[in-house]
């Protein structure tokens, strides 16, 4: 009678890591339990994951290394891994359930970072105009959210702009808007296959630093005026004082995103026989939500789900 947060599945958003191939899964080392799948079985989760009322399904390709070049051109690529399984997923499940396409060049880019580079640098307008041509790419494919994860700035009213004018009006953009230069994505850049791209770079002059709180209210101000739908904190445990703070702040729905890192160090410790995982997992899930989080993003949401429908 008297809790004050509550979760449900439809508060989750799941991630998803697809490869090329036919009935193919790859299991991804820093990530104990999370597989790469090809698309045919990503429509087979996507359908579990109604069944459970999750959210929605966050798609990340893992895209050859011949498709990879300087200018990430294989984005805009009608035909590419995303575009496939947007399609597949979203025939599938008939609108039962949010697909979310990420928005940012390093699945496609030969040096692994969001943007395109010139004299070394990520040139932020530059690549908001090849953002812009990946998320009507996107849209087509029957992505009904769109979700820049590249942190270039005045991204989301430009896209904002592509989307209405290919009649898209109806594609929502959840921006991830409060992105932290984090070490935390390491796991992640495993599982797409983009840490060797990235090598020793990193990507400080677009991401946050892990530092600053105020820059996070100007960050998220922008994005909301240029059109986002919706806001994302990321990483996520580590970042709840940031999620607080723009729930006090502004009146948007906020997304958390548990990231690779977060996820690893929960699992393994789990593994190891030092926390009880469902304990921990539920724990993180309800501090998200008390924290200000409406939406979260987490490897957990399968799991998440089916306990809560126990
Ligand atoms: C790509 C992107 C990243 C993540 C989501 N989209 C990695 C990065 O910015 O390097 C990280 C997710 C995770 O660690 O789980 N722009």
Same mark, same amino acid.
Do not use: E, L, T
């Given at each position: 009678m008297v809790q004050e947060t509550h979760l449900t599945a439809s508060n989750l958003i799941w991630p998803i890591f697809v490869i090329e191939g036919e009935n193919r899964t790859e299991p991804i080392g820093t990530m104990p339990g999370v597989n790469r799948m090809s698309v045919d079985l990503a429509v087979k989760a996507a359908q579990h994951a109604v069944k459970l009322g999750v959210g929605a399904i966050a798609i990340f390709p893992v895209t050859?290394? @011949? !498709? !990879?070049s300087e200018d990430g051109r294989?984005?805009? @690529? &009608? =035909?590419n891994l995303i575009c496939q399984a947007t399609r597949a997923i979203r025939e599938a499940t008939e609108d039962k359930i949010g697909i979310v396409c990420d928005v940012a060049l390093d699945p496609y880019t030969s040096h692994g970072q969001d943007g395109i580079l010139i004299d070394g640098y990520v040139a932020n307008d530059e690549t908001v105009q090849i953002l812009c041509d990946q998320s009507v790419n996107q849209a087509k494919a029957g992505a009904t959210i769109i979700a820049p994860s @590249? #942190? #270039? *700035? /005045?991204?989301i009213g430009a896209i904002r702009d592509a989307l209405d004018a290919y009649g898209f009006q109806h594609v929502g953009i959840m921006s991830y808007a409060a992105k932290y230069a984090s070490a935390f994505y390491g796991p992640f850049r495993d599982a797409v296959g983009s840490a060797k791209n990235l090598? &020793? /770079? @990193? !990507?400080k002059s677009y991401q946050m630093n892990p530092? =600053? &709180? *105020?820059e996070a209210i100007r960050e998220v101000a922008l994005d909301i005026q240029e059109g986002a739908d919706m806001v994302m904190v990321k990483p996520g445990m580590p970042y709840l004082d940031i999620v607080r703070r723009l729930k006090d702040s502004f009146e948007i729905p906020i997304a958390a995103y548990q990231v690779s890192g977060e996820y690893a160090m929960l699992k393994f410790a789990a593994q190891a026989n030092a926390l009880n995982e469902r304990a921990v997992v539920m724990e993180s899930m309800m501090a998200f939500r008390r924290a200000g989080a409406s939406a979260i993003l987490t490897y957990f949401a399968m799991d998440v789900a089916s306990w809560l429908s126990e």
């Open positions: 050859p290394q @011949d !498709k !990879k294989h984005a805009v @690529d &009608s =035909n @590249d #942190m #270039m *700035d /005045g991204r090598a &020793s /770079g @990193d !990507k530092a =600053n &709180s *105020d």
